[in-house]
């Protein structure tokens, strides 16, 4: 901790989850620094006191200030808020891995499984940093950012497998609009937040078809069902997947138009090709890459994801999501749980 009772966060990340978990953490009494790769932004978010590229109308609390300096950022940060997309996370932490202070709890927000490695985004962060994964923590949920920015009433969970730490980060996150619950199981909550995102893209893809919510719920009940699977053989705790990581932001992810992957997947779905997508989308949708990755994550491990594996054939074979859906609808039948 630093020398006073306030705690001090350093956000590296100002796109919009990045700048509204900051805005979080200022709410809830912490000092924010808002790390932003531009300068121009930087100076118009203190200037204006609202993040106009990523969130604009949203008002930023005065307790969050932004700079382009990650060392000035880091300089006594408490929290180190890591909101970079998953397949950027090992680049930019070794720029940022000589600022971080000795102490610091280090907190992924990425969703997603590095491509080439099939490690999650705490695995990388240890890797990269070479911190004791116990100083190492993630932050999953059903968190839209707009929603969370616009201090709609929801809950997210914070997981570490250091108990202080994770009360720590949940204290520090706690508003009067935002409820945080703790959590030790790091990989369930890692994989609940990555897969999600791919399952977000079949539902997508369906909603683009002109299918209907029984296509959609079952999507994402055997989505679940495949995201369970895969964790509890990498050693998760497959109640996690009940749980806000889980279930609960699979529904909001799969069903709102805010979810960037749901709406890339919708565009698919309507006849889009992967680059008329790409380029109609100004954030990352982490599951387009990620889907790759996790497909080969549960090869090694022996898990099958049917709906993962289409959704790979969409994006990155060439598929139509209408030859997809046909290849789920007549796998063979089985079992819904299996033993």
């Not at 350093?10 to 709410?27: E, F, I, N, P, Q």
């Not at 889907?291 to 491990?301: D, K, N």
Request: net charge negative; aromatic share 4%; charged share 20%.
């Amino acid at each position: 901790m630093s020398g006073s009772d306030t705690v001090r966060a350093a956000v590296l990340g100002a796109g919009s989850w990045g700048t509204a978990y900051a805005k979080v953490l200022a709410d809830a009494g912490c000092e924010v620094a808002l790390w932003a790769r531009r300068a121009e932004l930087a100076a118009a978010i203190n200037a204006r006191r609202e993040n106009g590229d990523y969130l604009p109308g949203v008002e930023l609390p005065d307790r969050l200030t932004a700079t382009d300096d990650h060392e000035a950022a880091l300089t006594g940060a408490d929290l180190v808020i890591l909101a970079v997309p998953s397949q950027t996370m090992r680049a930019n932490l070794r720029h940022w891995a000589g600022a971080l202070g000795d102490d610091a709890t280090l907190v992924s927000l990425a969703k997603g499984v590095e491509l080439g490695t099939h490690k999650r985004m705490t695995e990388v962060i240890v890797e990269v940093t070479g911190v004791p994964a116990d100083r190492v923590a993630v932050v999953s949920g059903p968190n839209l950012a707009k929603e969370i920015a616009s201090e709609q009433p929801a809950a997210t969970v914070v997981a570490a497998t250091d108990r202080g730490r994770a009360e720590l980060l949940q204290r520090a996150s706690t508003t009067s609009y935002l409820r945080v619950y703790t959590n030790t199981d790091v990989v369930g909550v890692e994989l609940g937040g990555a897969v999600k995102n791919v399952i977000a893209l079949a539902c997508g893809m369906a909603e683009g078809m002109g299918f209907g919510d029984n296509t959609k719920a079952s999507l994402m009940t055997r989505g679940l069902a495949e995201t369970a699977r895969l964790g509890v053989a990498l050693g998760a705790d497959p109640m996690t997947f009940a749980g806000l990581a889980g279930i609960g932001d699979l529904v909001a992810t799969c069903t709102s138009p805010l979810s960037r992957n749901r709406t890339f997947g919708e565009r698919l779905g309507r006849g889009e090709t992967l680059e008329q997508a790409i380029a109609h989308t100004r954030q990352t949708a982490e599951g387009v890459k990620s889907c790759l990755s996790i497909l080969e994550l549960a090869a090694a491990a022996g898990v099958e994801m049917p709906i993962t594996e289409q959704v790979v054939q969409v994006c990155h074979e060439g598929i139509a999501p209408s030859v997809a859906m046909k290849y789920l609808m007549r796998r063979e039948p089985k079992p819904e749980h299996r033993s």
